[in-house]
């Protein structure tokens, strides 16, 4: 039942007016088909007392089985479903009304019997007429329109491409008329949706798009059903012989209903490489998220970042109490504070320019905020610039993670996460060693606190916590190879890739980030001593092979219209990268997509030391000293020098 109560609008009152007069009605029907004209003479005082005491029981059962929660245009199978619900409960009322009055109610059996039929068609019928008025009227205007309205394709036969065809049969505003599926299976074509034909196969598009030009009817558009995206193994092929027969190629948001819009408009966009890695996106439960940051202090540095905005964008959507973001750029710090500004009025935003290499700065930052959480994005990240700066790479990635952690623990914040990369395991790279050393020293500092508070609570509570999350290549991030590609592409080729066998893993930035705020938050409830977090990234992606969909996807094909080059891998690559190694085995956690590593032996004070001796090393400005220095405090940082193409 739906017992939510529904707004009282003149629309359900009249709707409610209709059904009670519909009961009477059925119920004087019944016993005029069960005794003739005589049941009006010589039974109306029965009649009129068993509507009598039927009608204030309609009213509640109307309501409670939700028969004005629908809009009479849009009546459908579970409108139907409720209404044979409540017709049911009132023949089984009459039912019940005539064995508990003993004689002094009569209901005969044949009335309870007709009335369930004549009531189920005087509920049910002016609904669905009334919705079949209303198609009729749209589909006229629809065809009026016709003339002007966009001719499309949609890929795919299931339940999505059925709601296409219904949200674009009524609702003009979309001006676009469906004239034609593809399917993924054979067996489908010829058949037809809401009166759509299945004209072929997806690999049969240009076929279908001259067939219907031989006829006068040219698509201009091809819509892609979710079911297209995730079953047609050669989708690419497809949007590439789409943008070939000059259609333009767009896909829903959303699955089924939840892409059309409340005002019944489709929400469309543009297909994206995304769509064409072969791993969907997962579902999370933001709960946990919402409990890490709402009402809470949050700071975030390198907020101005691909990771950096896209987490603070999703932490002031969880209501956090205030927002501060350190960012050492003046372009990046401008706009991402407008932005949320903007989308976030009711959240307080603050912007500091600091470089977090600026130990007394980003002191005086975080005593004067005291946040609660902290989440740590600033780094530098492209290997082979950092492989020539290598004082630079230092500076930042390990010496400012060490002042912002050490600025985070003085003021008793509850977590520090910093976002690393999985360039730390085994790194072959100045900035993969970097991050290693960042890594190792927040799991010390949280091994500090881990035993601080044994001691004093016997309990394995934690001072502040300190922890790492890492992952692979986001999709779409400034200077990784989707925009470059773009870029290439845009210029007319050809494709720089550094060799034909490297792979990497990536992920889409929203899905990143969630997924960093939900490990924080599974840190700061979980008992054990696990420092850092490890981003199930899925199977790696073959560079050459991501070129090529991205190629297709622009229309045109590989090695015929844009070529490929390689040309070598750079100081620091390595053909695969690893998000663990044997040293810390992972564990699966609550979280699908989240895993823990063990908690390597670390001593400490010893390694807190180390970094002391690696800062003064910088110090010397002696680059040799400072690899020395790196690889003693990483003793897994082996320098890769390129591997040479045959």
């Not at 005969?108 to 198609?135: C, E, H, K, Q, S």
């Not at 989440?375 to 492989?387: C, S």
């Not at 050393?437 to 609570?457: H, M, W």
Request: aromatic share 6%.
């Amino acid at each position: 039942m739906h017992f939510a109560p529904s707004p009282l609008t003149p629309k359900r009152l009249a709707a409610f007016t209709h059904d009670l007069v519909m009961t009477v009605v059925a119920i004087g029907l019944g016993y005029y088909i069960r005794f003739g004209a005589d049941a009006f003479s010589y039974r109306a005082n029965e009649i009129v007392t068993l509507i009598a005491i039927v009608l204030p029981f309609v009213c509640v059962i109307y309501w409670a089985f939700g028969l004005y929660a629908g809009i009479w245009r849009f009546a459908s199978i579970p409108d139907l479903v409720n209404i044979v619900k409540a017709v049911t409960a009132v023949s089984v009322f009459m039912v019940v009304l005539d064995f508990v009055s003993r004689g002094a109610i009569i209901v005969p059996r044949t009335i309870v019997f007709t009335n369930w039929f004549i009531l189920m068609a005087l509920l049910g019928g002016p609904r669905f007429l009334y919705r079949v008025y209303r198609d009729r009227r749209l589909l006229n205007r629809t065809r009026r329109a016709s003339h002007t309205a966009i001719p499309v394709l949609i890929a795919g036969s299931g339940n999505d491409a059925e709601i296409i065809i219904r949200s674009l049969e009524t609702n003009g505003h979309d001006l676009m008329r469906p004239i034609g599926l593809l399917s993924t299976k054979q067996a489908h074509v010829g058949q037809r949706i809401r009166n759509v034909p299945v004209l072929g196969h997806t690999s049969d598009l240009e076929r279908v798009v001259e067939r219907l030009a031989q006829h006068g009817q040219i698509p201009r558009r091809l819509i892609l059903t979710n079911e297209a995206l995730v079953k047609e193994r050669d989708i690419e092929q497809v949007i590439s012989r789409a943008r070939k027969v000059g259609l333009s190629v767009e896909r829903l948001t959303h699955p089924g209903l939840d892409s059309v819009n409340g005002d019944g408009r489709l929400r469309l966009a543009p297909i994206n490489i995304e769509d064409l890695l072969g791993r969907s996106t997962r579902e999370l439960d933001y709960t946990m998220i919402r409990n890490l940051v709402a009402g809470q202090k949050v700071l975030v540095t390198g907020g101005g970042g691909t990771i950096g905005s896209e987490l603070c964008r999703q932490i002031a959507g969880m209501s956090c109490e205030r927002l501060m973001i350190v960012e050492n750029s003046e372009f990046a710090l401008y706009a991402i504070t407008k932005d949320l500004k903007r989308d976030f009025p009711g959240i307080p935003v603050e912007g500091r320019l600091c470089d977090v290499r600026d130990r007394r700065k980003v002191a005086d930052l975080v005593e004067r905020f005291r946040p609660d959480l902290v989440f740590h994005a600033a780094a530098l990240k492209h290997v082979p610039i950092v492989e020539q700066h290598v004082a630079e790479g230092i500076l930042t990635n390990t010496v400012g993670t060490v002042n912002v952690a050490d600025a985070t623990r003085k003021v008793g914040a509850k977590a520090m996460v910093m976002i690393s990369t999985d360039k730390a395991v085994q790194p072959s790279s100045v900035m993969g060693a970097t991050k290693r050393a960042a890594e190792t020293y927040c799991e010390a500092l949280d091994a500090l606190g881990f035993a601080a508070s044994n001691r004093v609570n016997g309990d394995g509570g934690r001072e502040t916590r300190f922890m790492s999350v890492r992952f692979g290549n986001v999709l779409g991030s400034s200077g990784s190879v989707v925009p470059l590609f773009k870029e290439q592409l845009e210029q007319g080729g050809p494709i720089t890739v550094t060799h034909p066998d490297m792979k990497r893993y990536f992920m889409t930035i929203r899905e990143a980030v969630s997924l960093v705020l939900m490990a924080s938050a599974l840190g700061l409830s979980s008992r054990d001593r696990i420092s850092i977090f490890v981003l199930d990234m899925g199977e790696p992606v073959r560079i050459v092979d991501l070129a090529e969909r991205m190629i297709r996807l622009a229309g045109f094909e590989p090695g015929t219209d844009i070529q490929i080059e390689f040309t070598g891998m750079r100081d620091g690559e390595k053909l695969n990268e690893e998000l663990f190694d044997s040293g810390e085995p992972l564990k699966s956690t609550e979280v699908a997509g989240i895993l823990a590593a063990e908690p390597r032996a670390i001593v400490p004070a010893t390694f807190i030391e180390e970094i002391e001796v690696l800062r003064q090393a910088i110090e010397t400005g002696d680059e040799s000293g400072m690899l020395d220095r790196l690889s003693a405090i990483v003793p897994e940082y082996v320098p890769h020098k390129p591997h040479q193409l045959s």
